[in-house]
């Protein structure tokens, strides 16, 4: 049996439901519930924590603050269910590119792993000849998780707008066709992404081509349109290769991939960095080594794995440009003119695989903080040689994930917003969006915000512990006991 066979009848699934819930149940010590109720201006009452994003990081996010008892959440999320993330709009290769036994939002339950679900689902003969797990199952699963463990998730919903109220956050909320409501929140975790703080960017000079003929590969690409037309794709990481790919399975008359490298990224660093003590510790490094190790391994990009390659290069009409980066583009009729390190090329269309330009102005949920978000560049001077503005572009984050104001005193409301995506990557290494660190990101990130909430209220629990005063026992003597006989 294979990954693709038949599922198996559906009590294997319903008894792993069980199991999962029975598991939790085990361990849900201590099991008090312990925020305090906090009212917002309006009168409603509070959430502890409002999640943006309903993608993997979001779904291990809430499920680590309920292992935590913290129960007052919401997750919301712009794509209807079953779209959250990237796996089924514009991730376009096959299968995930991580091991298949990378555990993520599991967070350690052996009986909510993906394995555990692809057994109980096709068998364990298809968990053993699997290789890579696929896009679709991947996206099946986390649904399955969601909904086995009871994480609130409000689809269609986009965040407009995030600005301080007394006691935390109000966000501006929209759910497809309704007006906008308020929902107001201690705390607010951006889990959006690989978007979540700027924009999908691509050259200035593609950019100002008109928009039919050009695209960055997050965006929707009209693939059968591109049947018979002579394509140039610009970049060598992954999604450079898996978005050519597609074009050529489309029937794309030509590929052509331009790498501005001597030779694409063949090795990937994000397989050396898989191990306990750079994925947990990387943060508790002091910016100096923080910046060396990130300058070296954002340097050197995501590699792409063997059938990644494999796809593209089974294609005749498939072509590699090496050392052959873009200095310019325009018009010329209906087709492009692209200037390259290697001359002059013409192109039908054109898609860009060019990364994330971070740039909190772009998003407009952090329009009110936007100038005042502190980067790299504002807190850490490089050595000589090791400058790199990409780098200094990213924000700089305090050791609980939570955005750090440039400018001290001018917008103290930033403490309240946990950035968990791959923004947070120069501060924390693999994070917010890898599946390798979430077994150490997540409970970092759980124990920031857990800890603000009872930092925040401290006070209040002082109070409480000195009202406490339920007995847990009470002092009874039998009847016939001599301390009987003398109260009598």
């Known amino acids: 049996m294979t990954s693709d066979a038949l599922p198996q009848t559906n009590h294997a699934l319903a008894d792993l439901t069980v199991r999962v819930r029975d598991d939790l149940d085990r361990i849900a010590h201590p099991r008090r519930s312990w925020t305090f109720r906090h009212v917002a201006p309006s009168g409603e009452a509070m959430l502890d924590v409002l999640i943006v994003g309903g993608g993997q990081s979001g779904l291990a996010a809430a499920f680590g603050l309920m292992r935590d008892e913290v129960l007052n959440i919401l997750v919301v999320d712009q794509a209807p269910r079953g779209m959250e993330g990237p796996w089924l709009s514009y991730a376009r290769m096959h299968t995930l590119r991580s091991p298949k036994d990378f555990t993520g939002p599991d967070l350690d339950i052996p009986s909510l792993t993906y394995q555990s679900w692809h057994e109980a689902k096709f068998g364990a003969e298809s968990w053993t000849a699997l290789h890579l797990i696929t896009k679709q199952h991947w996206v099946e699963y986390l649904l399955w998780l969601r909904d086995t463990v009871g994480i609130p998730v409000q689809n269609d919903t986009t965040v407009l707008d995030i600005e301080p109220c007394e006691g935390g956050l109000c966000v501006l909320l929209q759910s497809a066709g309704a007006e906008p409501v308020r929902r107001f929140a201690r705390k607010v975790v951006l889990a959006t992404g690989q978007e979540s703080l700027g924009r999908w960017s691509m050259p200035g000079f593609i950019e100002a081509l008109p928009a039919q003929v050009r695209a960055h590969t997050a965006e929707g690409i009209d693939f059968a349109a591109l049947r018979g037309k002579r394509v140039a794709v610009l970049g060598a990481g992954a999604s450079a290769f898996d978005n050519a790919a597609t074009a050529l399975e489309a029937g794309a008359g030509e590929v052509h991939l331009f790498c501005r490298r001597a030779e694409p990224q063949l090795v990937q660093p994000y397989l050396w960095l898989t191990f306990t003590g750079f994925l947990k510790h990387f943060s508790e490094l002091d910016d100096v080594w923080k910046w060396r190790f990130m300058n070296y391994i954002l340097g050197l990009r995501e590699g792409f794995p063997q059938p990644t390659w494999d796809r593209c290069a089974k294609h005749m009409n498939f072509r590699l440009h090496t050392g052959a980066g873009w200095n310019a583009a325009r018009m010329e009729g209906e087709k492009i003119l692209l200037e390259t390190a290697q001359g002059p090329f013409e192109a039908d269309y054109v898609i860009c695989a060019t990364g994330i330009e971070h740039n909190p102005a ?47 005193g001018e917008t103290p409301w930033l403490r309240n917003i946990h950035l968990f995506s791959i923004a947070a990557t120069m501060s924390f290494g693999p994070s917010g969006s890898s599946i390798n660190a979430m077994k150490f990101s997540v409970p970092k990130l759980v124990s920031g915000i857990t800890g603000a909430l009872f930092r925040d209220d401290v006070q209040a629990y002082w109070q409480d512990l000195k009202d406490y005063d339920i007995r847990q026992a009470e002092l009874r003597w039998p009847a016939g006991h001599p301390m009987t006989l003398e109260d009598a």
């Open 362 to 408: 772009q998003r407009p949920e952090l329009a009110r903080a936007a100038e005042n978000i502190a980067r790299w560049e504002d807190r850490f001077t490089p050595a000589p040689g090791e400058q790199n503005s990409r780098l200094a572009a990213f924000p700089y984050l305090g050791n609980d994930y939570t955005l750090q104001e440039r400018v001290p």
